[in-house]
């Protein structure tokens, strides 16, 4: 009974901690992937090869294996990212195109990487669906915009008509309905209560998270 109680506490615990780790690692771009490729785009891509060998070192490891697993398609990721933002982010229609070049690898590795793969999928399709907001609402010459021009004074322009665009009515509408398909999308994994659903869900939720937070600072520069 107590050895039942305790493998089930594990159980919990482990699928638990596929979700928080998943949502931690969708947000290492934001703090340190960002400004490292926009000012070392070379070294930002080698570090692919950093987090490939440790995502491989992990997986051997009995007590490191998730760890190894999920490392693998955040490496996926990281690599797609450093490839578009430090040489494609000029021009918008290359996002997806670049960030997809992944997904070959995955479908390959998902037998001995499966929560890697659920991974890369679920930060995927919040990009996807992110960038799907962009183009909607037209955002994408202030994106151009923004890229070519990143001084103090041009960055508040930027912000400033970008934030108009969002604040519309179409720009709040579209913002409700794409908010709302990551949430389900991302409730719909939280219930089927497997790591690899539970990873894929904490990839797609924190998107959210990534969003308004990238809502919150563009609100903060617009003020300056």
């Not at 004074?153 to 969002?166: F, K, P």
């Not at 659903?197 to 998270?209: C, K, P, W």
Request: glycine share 8%; net charge positive.
């Amino acid at each position: 009974m107590l050895t039942t109680l305790t493998s089930k506490r594990r159980h919990v615990n482990l699928h638990s901690w596929g979700f928080w780790a998943s949502a931690f690692l969708v947000s290492i771009p934001v703090f340190f992937q960002a400004p490292l490729v926009r000012t070392a785009p070379q070294l930002s891509l080698g570090l692919t090869l950093f987090w490939l060998g440790l995502s491989y070192m992990l997986r051997l490891r009995s007590g490191t294996r998730l760890w190894g697993s999920l490392l693998f398609g955040f490496t996926l990721s990281w690599w797609c990212g450093s490839l578009y933002w430090g040489w494609l982010r000029f021009d918008p229609v290359w996002h997806l195109p670049i960030e997809a070049l992944g997904f070959p690898l995955a479908l390959l590795a998902l037998r001995h990487f499966r929560a890697g793969a659920y991974f890369y999928a679920g930060s995927f399709v919040g990009t996807a669906l992110t960038d799907l907001y962009i183009w909607s609402v037209d955002l994408t010459p202030w994106w151009v915009r923004m890229m070519r021009d990143e001084s103090p004074q041009n960055l508040s322009v930027v912000m400033n008509g970008a934030l108009t665009q969002m604040h519309s009515l179409p720009g709040v509408l579209w913002a409700v309905a794409i908010s709302g398909v990551l949430l389900v999308s991302g409730m719909i994994g939280l219930r089927k209560r497997n790591i690899y659903a539970l990873t894929f869900a904490g990839a797609v939720l924190s998107t959210l998270f990534v969003d308004a937070l990238f809502w919150a600072g563009s609100m903060f520069l617009a003020g300056q």
